[in-house]
């Protein structure tokens, strides 16, 4: 009997070896049914060795840790004294079993019964006992339907002074059963975000802010430069603090001379006047005149300009004889003209300067004409009061031709003087 035992142990540990960690679990109405074989031990005055047991029980599943169980245990018997007498044996019960940790592949329970004990000895006369048990046991779950199993119980009549251990192990089989139901899928509420900007939707001031546009806590675009216009429109991101700008983020140039208003020293400068880096119009010739206005725009440094920037310059449609440097009376009034234009500069000094046409040497008509100068000069001094420190007489002879000298009419034209502001005018 003890060799069967420990074959049935064997078998159990090599299943349990072979198949590793089980993958199931006790289920809930669930039917069960369990071979069994093991050893049934005898005490007490029954006078019979330890035999043999084979046990076949059906179980239900109450609940996972509720069940009870039908289990019918054949033990094959003899006496122990005088001739061996075979004895079979019947134990018939109905155990109820708590299952503890039913949610695991190692499930241990508790199990108490009762049931009735049959002996029958041949030859003899059988006789029945009513029995209770009690016990433990451990189901190994190799997959949902199938268990390795083990039971000892104390098995004792209450009528009788007999207390027997039967010690079983095998396999358990489960059919049906009521699965788990699935855990509710967790489900994480995440705050609403609809611009997808990274501030959810109760904590966002500007809800509607385009993809991919940087924003600040409150959800809403920044503007670096804190000119109004958040950074994605701004095209001037560096304004300066306080700096007007346009609906693009840049400052404004109301004049639009390319200079913006904060820095522009001249802000109504007329539209395309060239400017300088202050925004005012430039004067490229430095003669007081800007460009944009000047008619003279290489006016040589130091003359003096009208307001449309050419040099300041009269000429005196006077008639001189050939070889002469007179001043004729009837020039009187041209004359005026000329004191009328040097009175209209005060604070400048005037050059009186003499030509004459090509006829005769260059050395003489250099020295015609500056005694032509000098005559209008001492004639303006004279008749009309002009300080002798304002004039200045020069003669540049035949150098300044105004008018071709092949012709009468071209000399003519050449014979004369001119009133100029400030003119450097070579000796």
Same mark, same amino acid.
Request: hydrophobic share 35%; proline share 7%.
């Given at each position: 009997?003890?060799?069967?035992?420990?074959?049935?142990? =064997?078998?159990?540990?090599?299943?349990?070896?072979?198949?590793?960690?089980?993958?199931?679990?006790?289920?809930?109405?669930?039917?069960?049914?369990?071979?069994?074989?093991?050893?049934?031990?005898?005490?007490?005055?029954?006078?019979?060795?330890?035999?043999?047991?084979?046990?076949?029980?059906?179980?239900?599943?109450?609940?996972?840790?509720?069940?009870?169980?039908?289990?019918?245990?054949?033990?094959? =018997?003899?006496?122990?004294?005088?001739?061996?007498?075979?004895?079979?044996?019947?134990?018939?019960?109905?155990?109820?079993?708590?299952?503890?940790?039913?949610?695991?592949?190692?499930?241990?329970?508790?199990?108490?019964?009762?049931?009735?004990?049959?002996?029958?000895?041949? $030859?003899?006369?059988?006789?029945?006992?009513?029995?209770?048990?009690?016990?433990?046991?451990?189901?190994?779950?190799?997959?949902?339907?199938?268990?390795?199993?083990?039971?000892?119980?104390?098995?004792? =009549?209450?009528?009788?002074?007999?207390?027997? %251990?039967?010690?079983?192990?095998?396999?358990?089989?489960?059919?049906?059963?009521?699965?788990?139901?699935?855990?509710?899928?967790?489900?994480?509420?995440?705050?609403?975000?609809?611009?997808?900007?990274?501030?959810?939707?109760?904590?966002?001031?500007?809800?509607?802010?385009?993809?991919?546009?940087?924003?600040?806590?409150?959800?809403? $675009?920044?503007?670096?430069?804190?000119?109004?216009?958040?950074?994605?429109?701004?095209?001037?991101?560096?304004?300066?603090?306080?700096?007007?700008?346009?609906?693009?983020?840049?400052?404004?140039?109301?004049?639009?001379?390319?200079?913006?208003?904060?820095?522009?020293?001249?802000?109504?400068?007329?539209?395309?006047?060239?400017?300088?880096?202050?925004?005012? $119009?430039?004067?490229?010739?430095?003669?007081?005149?800007?460009?944009?206005?000047?008619?003279?725009?290489?006016?040589?440094?130091?003359?003096?300009?009208?307001?449309?920037?050419?040099?300041?310059?009269?000429? %005196?449609?006077?008639?001189?004889?050939?070889?002469?440097?007179?001043?004729?009376?009837?020039?009187?009034?041209?004359?005026?003209?000329?004191?009328?234009?040097?009175?209209?500069?005060?604070?400048?000094?005037?050059?009186?300067?003499?030509?004459?046409?090509?006829?005769?040497?260059?050395?003489?008509?250099?020295?015609?004409?500056?005694?032509?100068?000098?005559?209008?000069?001492?004639?303006?001094?004279?008749?009309?009061?002009?300080?002798?420190?304002?004039?200045?007489?020069?003669?540049?002879?035949?150098?300044?031709?105004?008018?071709?000298?092949?012709? =009468?009419?071209?000399?003519?034209?050449?014979?004369?003087?001119?009133?100029?502001?400030?003119?450097?005018?070579?000796?």
């Amino acid at each position: 009997m003890k060799k069967w035992f420990w074959m049935t142990l =064997a078998t159990s540990a090599l299943l349990l070896v072979v198949t590793g960690t089980a993958l199931a679990e006790n289920k809930a109405k669930a039917l069960t049914l369990s071979p069994m074989v093991g050893g049934y031990m005898f005490e007490g005055n029954q006078n019979l060795d330890d035999s043999l047991t084979y046990g076949l029980g059906l179980g239900y599943n109450l609940t996972k840790n509720w069940g009870m169980e039908l289990m019918v245990n054949y033990i094959d =018997a003899e006496t122990d004294e005088g001739p061996a007498i075979d004895v079979d044996g019947y134990l018939s019960r109905l155990d109820g079993l708590y299952h503890f940790r039913p949610d695991s592949s190692l499930v241990p329970y508790l199990a108490a019964g009762m049931g009735v004990i049959t002996l029958d000895p041949s $030859p003899g006369e059988g006789e029945d006992d009513f029995a209770l048990n009690y016990g433990a046991g451990l189901k190994w779950f190799l997959s949902e339907a199938i268990a390795l199993r083990g039971d000892v119980r104390h098995v004792f =009549a209450p009528e009788e002074p007999n207390s027997n %251990l039967i010690y079983t192990a095998g396999l358990l089989f489960q059919f049906g059963g009521k699965k788990d139901a699935a855990p509710a899928p967790v489900v994480v509420l995440v705050p609403k975000d609809s611009d997808g900007d990274g501030v959810i939707d109760a904590n966002d001031r500007c809800p509607n802010t385009p993809p991919n546009v940087i924003v600040d806590a409150l959800g809403c $675009p920044k503007d670096s430069d804190g000119d109004g216009v958040v950074d994605y429109l701004d095209k001037c991101p560096n304004t300066p603090a306080n700096v007007r700008v346009n609906a693009q983020g840049c400052p404004e140039d109301t004049d639009q001379d390319g200079v913006p208003d904060y820095l522009d020293q001249c802000p109504d400068t007329p539209k395309g006047a060239p400017v300088d880096a202050k925004g005012c $119009p430039k004067d490229s010739d430095g003669d007081g005149v800007f460009d944009y206005l000047d008619k003279c725009p290489n006016t040589a440094k130091g003359l003096a300009v009208d307001e449309k920037g050419c040099e300041l310059t009269f000429t %005196l449609q006077i008639e001189f004889d050939v070889n002469q440097a007179t001043v004729r009376p009837e020039y009187h009034s041209k004359l005026a003209e000329a004191v009328d234009f040097i009175n209209q500069y005060p604070s400048q000094q005037f050059l009186v300067v003499g030509h004459t046409d090509s006829t005769g040497a260059a050395d003489y008509n250099k020295q015609l004409s500056q005694r032509r100068a000098e005559s209008v000069r001492q004639y303006l001094i004279d008749n009309f009061g002009l300080s002798a420190d304002k004039l200045t007489a020069r003669g540049l002879g035949e150098e300044q031709p105004v008018a071709d000298n092949a012709t =009468a009419e071209g000399r003519q034209q050449n014979r004369r003087v001119d009133i100029t502001c400030c003119a450097v005018v070579p000796e």
